[in-house]
């Protein structure tokens, strides 16, 4: 019998995906489209499911996330732990986060919507000078797959880079700053800091007021992890009392962000929709082929998620 595959996802985004499934040697279910017997799906594959439909599934093997973070899982109350919750981990994704970064980090180094409004009014700016990079310091809060990645780039780009992470690391030209211990040491030297943690009990709100009040005066802070890292009434009340230059924004405690959020008026804040880095959809399905084949044969995948820990 032929491994069934339930996909929780809107039938649009079922459709960029089922061309690449569909040669897979598995039969695809829709379940906004399709009928089908909850004990007949051996796998299934989300980003954010409805809370409790996962554990009507009395057969699963394996919950593929068709993203990095699995926080859209673990807030069900009725997970099913004891199933493999599998991660999306991609070089290409994690290439697209760090292109994400490093072009907001420029975008604020070298003054660029400065010279943007300069240019409105006809007008040649040429005393706006950036800052030297090498005086220009990065924090990377998450030293994982993605943190890694985007640190690197930018430390080809000549800024010192640390990152700080719950375990010490030891990439070539970043310093590490580790455990709550580290925290405010790490923050007093971020002229930007930039959030690329999961999201877990440890790290929702991480982006507050006494975080931003740590950070030296001037810093740009950036969010292309979760909207639950960030108060964004703190962020708000930082850029308004002139501590913080200003942000960049991907992602929301609601997405997408309602249109009376303050967010997208605010003159400091560049905010986008949550389109840092998006899975490939031919990548991801060759991920989610292989992760069943691999369950088939009774491996234990290498991106599985401690659940306990909460990535
Ligand atoms: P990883 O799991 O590879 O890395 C997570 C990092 O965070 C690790 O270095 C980990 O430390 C650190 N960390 C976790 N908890 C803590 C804590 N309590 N204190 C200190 N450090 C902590 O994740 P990825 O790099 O793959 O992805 C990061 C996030 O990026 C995802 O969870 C997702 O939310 C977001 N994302 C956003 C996208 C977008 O389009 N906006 C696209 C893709 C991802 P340690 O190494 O010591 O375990
Ligand atoms: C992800 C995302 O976690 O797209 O991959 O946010």
């Not at 093997?61 to 699995?70: E, W």
């Not at 919750?85 to 604020?108: C, G, I, K, W």
């Not at 690329?196 to 009040?213: D, K, V, Y």
């Amino acid at each position: 019998m032929r491994p069934k595959l339930l996909m929780i996802v809107p039938v649009p985004l079922a459709g960029l995906w089922l061309p690449f499934l569909e040669k897979a040697p598995i039969d695809v279910v829709v379940q906004d489209r399709d009928a089908y017997a909850p004990a007949s799906i051996d796998y299934a594959l989300s980003f954010r499911p409805p809370h409790g439909l996962l554990k009507t599934l009395p057969n699963l093997k394996t919950i593929f996330s068709l993203g990095a973070g699995v926080d859209g899982f673990l807030s069900d109350p009725d997970l099913p732990k004891q199933i493999p919750l599998v991660r999306f981990v991609d070089d290409q994704l994690s290439t697209e986060m760090a292109q994400y970064v490093v072009l907001h980090v420029l975008m604020q180094h070298r003054q660029q919507r400065a010279f943007d409004r300069a240019q409105q009014e006809s007008r040649w700016a040429q005393a706006l000078l950036p800052r030297k990079t090498e005086d220009t310091r990065i924090g990377i809060l998450g030293l994982g797959e993605i943190g890694t990645v985007a640190g690197a780039r930018l430390r080809e780009l000549g800024f010192p880079v640390a990152g700080w992470s719950r375990t010490r690391k030891t990439a070539p030209g970043i310093e590490s700053y580790a455990g709550d211990s580290e925290f405010e040491a790490f923050l007093g030297q971020s002229d930007f800091l930039i959030c690329l943690l999961p999201l877990t009990g440890e790290t929702r709100g991480i982006l507050n007021a006494r975080t931003f009040a740590m950070l030296p005066q001037g810093a740009y802070v950036i969010n292309a992890a979760r909207g639950g890292h960030l108060i964004e009434d703190d962020l708000v009340a930082a850029l308004d009392s002139g501590h913080l230059a200003g942000a960049t924004l991907d992602v929301f405690q609601t997405e997408p962000l309602p249109k009376e959020s303050p967010i997208w008026q605010h003159p400091k804040i560049v905010a986008t929709p949550h389109i840092a880095a998006i899975s490939d959809p031919r990548v991801a399905a060759n991920f989610v082929t292989d992760g069943i084949a691999r369950a088939e044969r009774g491996e234990r995948h290498p991106n599985t998620v401690d659940v306990a820990r909460g990535y």
